[in-house]
């Protein structure tokens, strides 16, 4: 395997959000067609689709309530959001949302309404264009002497898929001036998304007849004023109309202090997207969006943070630790803990931080029934590894259920007031009875598939709430209890799309059913930890008489037997995390083996799942499979090139038979398929250093001609980074966000710094600490002394990223970092 590269910085993008609703959506055509219609969102990064919600009900006004989440595996320029109205012939634009990526930090974290603009074909552009431009002497045939301007359009790339497929690019150049314009044209280019022009084209600039030959030729300031190249990209139709692409301007006065200009430019829409509509006639869009950049140095750079947050469970009191630091400035932000759960969970640090915190939290509780109620940062730490560690628990545990619950849409309401006309209460609460039951019956009877790190969690709650409330024979259930099924099987049953188990939110109906399902779940959870006798805490009265036809000292012995073996002492024989289920899976386009290199037959839609032991296809999900391929001969997974097949977003799995070529449906897809695959082979055996980018055809490989089917590869294969694939986490990463989070709450670090030291100048209470309530400071000595260690660590990492970051930093107009609108 090749050794990961020590000087590398990884520029890591991931978006995540959710698309709310729509309102007052305008008619595709005619006088409140959209009333007639259902409608859909779509996100695009720049004119490639990486998601798509399900079909809303017919209003002009829907709800989507679509959660995303997704890393961004490239460069790109804008993020939109479509939405379509579903005709029967084609999907209508009904408006769009296109927010700059410069622009997204204004909106992140927080609900906003974006007024929907129009669908412009020639605002729909991607890609970037590599120019080069000189200016020459000409003398003409009379003696006299003027400027020729030589333009050579060099290549293109990531221009945008035409109908699903690699478009037909060609170029138009033009020299545009006040009174002139003069326009070539460059070959077509088949098939190609990053097509290789390599062609010149020769315009002559007039001079004045004064001119005189000048060693060091200087160009007129007139003539550099006034004229501008414009280079535009065009698929080519054949019969039908050519397609516009996008555009750039480069003034020629760029050429005064340079006598050649080569560089990489964005391609804009036409007119630079300046023409005006008007906003309000489509509608608006209300969008939740958080893009986050993370830019990882080398592993060796976070030693000092790591290993400062790798002590944290050590450190006595567990408030001067430097975890517990950060959850303390950080108190308002609910994500912040995430990163530390992850990185103390990759490094099996995660049980003896939680039980510590927990420790510290009921140390200040002073009533058993108000255990673990609030969002401290034991429940926090709690909650993000529960969904962190239970996801495969979770769907085996519940997904056949609630998959049962959402497809049958039987009707389940009870209270009188939501009553539809024809419904029967008592048919309405037999059916909810019987999926109250198999939900519950499918939760009390898993113990055996909880993960033994939740187990170890519970089993410290447990010990350490029985010896706080000695008294209480209750408070051992209710500590396991408020974790596992308020804040755990409760909440995944009421929103069963967030963690997975649906692909998209429910119905309205469906989702009114799983709302009481687990309203009804947390309360029989909460039996385990009460005493009898306790329906009268229901304020409505049609749910007293729904729980009062359970058997409540059944379900009471239930509940506790089923609390008592996830938290008891045997069965589980270690603290790691349980083998997933299944990795990804989805539908995706493979090429079958010994065709031809060109045909549509020769690419067939088939379901692909991975998991930790074989990769495998089938003709649809849940169906056999027709081809599995165990995991441990998988000897390399690599990106295609286009060339190979004609077709974007391809990978191949190399194992002992021929390539397994792969198409993605966009490349968010692509790039997690890699991911999960390399992660899962990267320590087989025997994995190859070399592979070949490119397909073997026709008797040689397309990318060095070589000839021999088993000639090793033409180039090194990527590295893959250390992380956990099960739990997918990459500990230089979380350290980098942990550095983020720092960083951006430096002034609370440097107030709770303050609190510190004047606590333990003035010995005692003081007036000074209710400026800290916030803070957890219980010895102010040892937090100030790790206070000190962090802001150290700080300081060496921040200079480590600024060394790191201008030595790599790409040049304005490179291929990483390629200019944006008209330059002059």
């Not at 990526?101 to 603009?117: A, M, N, P, T």
């Not at 060693?215 to 007139?222: A, G, N, P």
């Not at 755990?488 to 469906?510: C, G, K």
Request: hydrophobic share 35%; with cysteine.
């Amino acid at each position: 395997m090749a050794e990961e590269d020590d000087t590398r910085i990884r520029i890591l993008q991931s978006l995540r959000g959710k698309i709310c609703q729509a309102k007052n959506l305008g008619p595709c055509s005619g006088p409140n067609r959209l009333r007639d219609l259902c409608t859909f969102c779509t996100i695009s990064l720049d004119q490639e689709e990486v998601f798509r919600t399900k079909m809303s009900e017919k209003s002009p006004s829907p709800f989507y309530g679509e959660d995303f989440y997704f890393e961004i595996p490239r460069p790109f320029q804008y993020l939109s959001f479509y939405v379509y109205a579903k005709s029967v012939f084609r999907d209508l634009p009904v408006g769009k949302v296109a927010i700059r990526k410069e622009d997204l930090y204004k909106f992140s974290g927080k609900e906003h309404w974006f007024c929907l603009q129009p669908v412009d074909p020639n605002s729909e552009v991607q890609g970037k264009v590599h120019l080069e431009m000189r200016l020459n002497e000409l003398i003409t045939e009379n003696g006299s002497v003027c400027q020729q301007l030589v333009v050579r359009i060099i290549e293109c790339q990531g221009l945008p898929l035409i109908n699903g497929q690699s478009c037909d690019p060609y170029a138009t150049v033009s020299l545009v001036g006040p009174a002139r314009i003069e326009q070539r044209k460059t070959k077509v280019k088949k098939k190609t998304s990053d097509p290789q022009f390599e062609e010149t084209f020769y315009f002559e600039v007039t001079r004045s007849s004064s001119y005189t030959k000048k060693s060091h030729f200087q160009v007129e300031e007139e003539d550099i004023e006034k004229l501008e190249i414009k280079v535009d990209l065009w698929n080519n139709g054949n019969l039908a109309q050519d397609v516009f692409l996008g555009e750039t301007r480069v003034s020629v006065k760029i050429l005064r202090n340079d006598s050649i200009h080569r560089a990489w430019y964005l391609l804009q829409p036409k007119g630079n997207g300046n023409k005006s509509s008007k906003p309000d006639d489509l509608g608006s869009l209300r969008l939740n969006v958080t893009y986050t950049e993370d830019n990882v140095l080398p592993s060796v750079c976070y030693t000092p943070l790591r290993t400062l947050l790798l002590k944290s469970p050590e450190v006595k009191p567990i408030s001067a630790s430097a975890a517990h630091i950060l959850g303390d400035i950080c108190r308002e932000r609910y994500e912040a803990v995430l990163p530390v759960v992850r990185l103390l969970l990759h490094h099996n640090r995660l049980v003896p931080f939680v039980s510590a915190i927990a420790e510290l939290e009921l140390n200040q509780t002073q009533e058993a029934n108000t255990i673990f109620r609030g969002n401290s940062l034991a429940t926090r730490c709690i909650d993000d590894m529960m969904k962190i560690v239970g996801r495969s628990y979770l769907t085996v545990t519940l997904k056949p259920v609630l998959d049962e619950i959402c497809e049958s849409n039987k009707s389940c309401e009870i209270d009188p007031v939501k009553l539809k006309e024809g419904d029967n209460v008592e048919v309405n609460k037999e059916n909810l009875q019987q999926y109250v039951q198999k939900v519950f019956s499918s939760i009390t009877q898993s113990s055996v598939s909880c993960p033994p790190l939740m187990c170890d969690v519970f089993r410290s709650l447990r010990q350490m709430a029985s010896k706080r409330f000695p008294n209480d024979p209750h408070v051992q259930y209710s500590a396991v209890s408020s974790f596992v099924f308020l804040r755990f099987f409760a909440v995944a049953v009421l929103s069963p799309h967030t963690f997975q188990l649906r692909p998209h939110h429910p119905e309205p109906e469906i989702s009114r059913t799983l709302t009481l399902i687990s309203k009804t779940i947390q309360t029989l959870g909460s039996w385990g930890s009460l005493s009898k006798n306790k329906l009268s805490s229901f304020k409505e009265s049609y749910m007293y008489e729904f729980f009062k036809s359970f058997q409540e000292d059944k379900c009471i012995e239930e509940v506790k037997k089923f609390l008592d073996e996830i938290s008891s002492n045997v069965n589980k024989e270690s603290s790691g995390v349980e083998d997933s289920v299944v990795l990804k899976e989805g539908e995706v386009h493979k090429r079958a083996q010994g065709r031809k290199r060109i045909g549509k037959k020769n690419f067939k839609k088939r379901w692909l799942r991975v998991t930790n032991r074989e990769l495998s296809y089938h003709k649809h999900r849940g169906k056999e499979a027709l081809c599995v391929i165990p995991v441990k001969n998988i000897l390399a997974v690599e990106k295609l090139e286009e060339n190979a097949f004609t077709r974007k977003n391809m990978f191949q799995v190399i194992h002992g038979e021929k390539p397994l070529y792969i198409q993605a449906s966009n490349c968010v897809e692509a790039s997690e398929w890699i991911e999960v695959l390399s992660q899962v082979s990267r320590c087989n055996p025997g994995r190859l250093s070399t592979f070949h980018p490119s397909a073997y055809l026709s008797g040689s490989w397309l990318c060095c001609k070589g000839i021999g089917e088993n000639l090793p590869g033409c180039r090194p294969c990527s590295t893959t980074m250390l992380v956990n694939i099960q739990l997918d986490i990459d500990c230089d990463r979380e350290i980098e966000k942990i550095f983020s989070l720092f960083s951006s709450n430096y002034s609370k670090l440097q107030k709770m710094e303050d609190a510190c030291a004047s606590i333990a100048v003035y010995q005692g209470p003081q007036k000074e600490q209710e400026d800290y309530s916030l803070f957890t400071i219980q010895d102010p000595k040892e937090t100030f002394r790790t206070i000190q260690d962090i802001r150290k660590v700080l300081a060496d990492l921040q200079d480590q990223h600024v060394a790191i970051s201008s030595s790599i930093a790409a040049h304005y107009g490179s291929l990483d970092n390629p200019i944006v609108g008209k330059t002059s």
